[in-house]
């Protein structure tokens, strides 16, 4: 597979001071995330982070992910224009130390690569996914009244010949 936004970083690249980095994707990238993602269009996808030495040879990475999205309305199969801001916090594992088991509170933990890398583009995408509406919906979309009350159902349409009871 051929990562769509591919940003590499070399574990050993941040220095002790930390560094700040601007990823953005170029529209050729975007199309391919909007394909990818099962988007109408990817308007724009960026994202600010802070990288930062950590405990036991990791690197902390704190920001922002910002993109314009365009989904498909659930119900009227309109353009849905979205704004999707995701807060980062990941802790950038050393190469060779797995992630814990632990799913207290803290940062989500990233693998890096047995070369000293870590794919930071990926994970950048796999948080654009987390952070999409699963149920667009444009403005004032409603669903029919026969769904709501769900008379178009199957289990209705079993209640309807007397196959099951309503319950009550």
């Not at 982070?49 to 199969?77: F, K």
């Not at 994970?123 to 996914?129: C, F, I, K, P, T």
Request: charged share 25%; net charge negative; hydrophobic share 35%.
């Amino acid at each position: 597979m051929t990562a769509e936004f591919h940003r590499s970083l070399r574990h050993v690249s941040v220095s002790p001071q930390g560094r700040q980095e601007r990823l953005e994707a170029t529209p050729e990238e975007r199309e391919a995330l909007a394909r990818r993602l099962g988007l109408l269009s990817l308007e724009a996808f960026s994202a600010e982070i802070h990288l930062t030495p950590a405990p036991g040879q990791a690197i902390r990475a704190r920001g922002t992910l910002s993109a314009q999205v365009v989904q498909e309305c659930v119900v009227t199969l309109e353009p849905v224009h979205q704004p999707v801001k995701a807060a980062i916090d990941w802790r950038i594992l050393p190469p060779g130390e797995e992630p814990s088991d632990d799913l207290e509170e803290g940062p989500d933990e990233i693998e890096s690569n047995p070369d000293g890398t870590t794919d930071i583009g990926e994970a950048l995408v796999q948080e654009l996914a987390l952070s999409l509406d699963p149920y667009p919906r444009a403005p004032g979309a409603e669903l029919p009244a026969e769904a709501k009350e769900g008379s178009s159902s199957p289990f209705a349409a079993l209640r309807a010949l007397g196959a099951i009871q309503k319950p009550g």
